[in-house]
């Protein structure tokens, strides 16, 4: 499997992230606004993080102006909204040695480091 991350380029966040990547990390960068994720690449994140509640961004501008946060999402709705506006995917997302690294928590950039050591 190919060691990834989905990030979005214009997020200054994910541009701090992968400025602070290991230089010779074997990554395939992948924008998910200038190319959006697949179905197919969407059902292998949530093969690895068991749920698409957690690739979902509640961060995202979207999610108040379409007042989603009043709203009980089911997972096939999160799975939609991902689908529908990579703004709704909880980026970055890494995906290295089969496994999944969900956002920009301080913790989880940690994690990243060491898989990527």
Known sequence: MINKIYYLGSCDTCRKIIKALPKNNNLVFHD??????????????????????????????????????NKSLTENEYKKYILEHYTFLNRPV????????????????????????
């Open 32 to 69: 998910i606004k200038q190319n959006p994720i697949s179905i197919e690449e969407l059902e292998q994140m949530h093969q690895l993080s068991g749920n698409y509640e957690a690739l979902f961004s509640k961060k995202a501008q979207l999610y108040k102006s379409m007042d989603l946060k």
């Open 94 to 117: 890494f995906i290295i040695n089969n496994a999944i690294y969900i956002g920009n928590s301080q913790k989880n950039i940690l994690e990243v480091m060491k898989a990527l050591a």
